[in-house]
């Protein structure tokens, strides 16, 4: 199965742009990048996913790299909100049951300082 | 609040014990999961079920089994506890399986096995 590779801490100053980075140099063509983040004492919480091209929604953006073997979560103002966890992970959906894998990982802990 | 209920909220035991953690997925959502998130191994994934059948399996040892009623409701039931098991336990839900959908996150069971 394909892993991922993340920075074990980041930091940021509010209010100021973050780029969290991912590696996933053995993705297969067929894996969606997913981004989760899990905020101190609660459940993991959903951020963004993709498959090739870059994507936007109201918390975030995702730009993957034309070879697929990167990708950043970019949170555009960081706020204090937005110190947590967060988990960069492949989904694979042809592999058919039982056989996929969703591996998180230990993530980046983002530190925002004000 | 993401919608998915999981009970009780602490569950404090004794080696060799079982016990039964309880999953209300979101109206509508047919498919459950369970993970396991100790302070070492990080967020695990454990099984999948889709509409009453299991779909995926990851880390799960043979001591710990799962099953979706009817209703859609879940439970993941722990036995012969060893103290390695203490750990929070998640329950998510998504209206279809990976990786179209995002996955909403309970609040987790804090299991202690003393």
């Known amino acids: 199965d394909a892993k991922t590779t993340q920075p074990n801490s980041m930091e940021s100053n509010e209010e100021e742009p973050v780029h969290l980075p991912c590696n996933h140099s053995t993705i297969s063509g067929t894996d969606y990048i997913h981004w989760y983040r899990q905020l101190p004492s609660q459940g993991p919480e959903y951020v963004i996913h993709?498959?090739?091209s870059n994507v936007n929604n109201r918390m975030a953006s995702l730009a993957i790299a034309e070879d697929r073997k990167s990708s950043t979560l970019i949170l555009h103002r960081a706020t204090l909100r937005d110190a947590a966890v967060y988990y960069c992970?492949?989904?694979?959906?042809?592999?058919?049951?039982?056989?996929?894998?969703?591996?998180f990982g230990k993530g980046t802990k983002l530190s925002v300082i004000p | 609040d993401s919608g998915v209920t999981q009970t009780p909220k602490h569950l404090i035991t004794a080696t060799g014990q079982r016990v039964t953690l309880r999953c209300s997925p979101r109206?509508?959502?047919?498919?459950v999961y369970w993970y396991q998130q100790s302070l070492d191994q990080g967020l695990q994934f454990l099984i999948q079920y889709y509409n009453g059948e299991e779909r995926a399996k990851g880390n799960i040892l043979e001591r710990f089994s799962a099953q979706q009623f009817p209703d859609l409701h879940s439970e993941l039931n722990l036995s012969s506890l060893e103290l390695g098991d203490s750990a929070l336990y998640f329950c998510?839900?998504?209206?279809?399986?990976?990786?179209?959908?995002?996955?909403?996150f309970g609040p987790g069971t804090r299991l202690t096995v003393l």
């Open positions: 109206s509508g959502d047919l498919s």
């Open positions: 998510a839900s998504s209206p279809s399986v990976p990786p179209y959908n995002e996955q909403f």
């Open positions: 992970i492949l989904i694979n959906p042809l592999r058919g049951a039982g056989s996929y894998q969703l591996t």
């Open positions: 993709g498959l090739t």
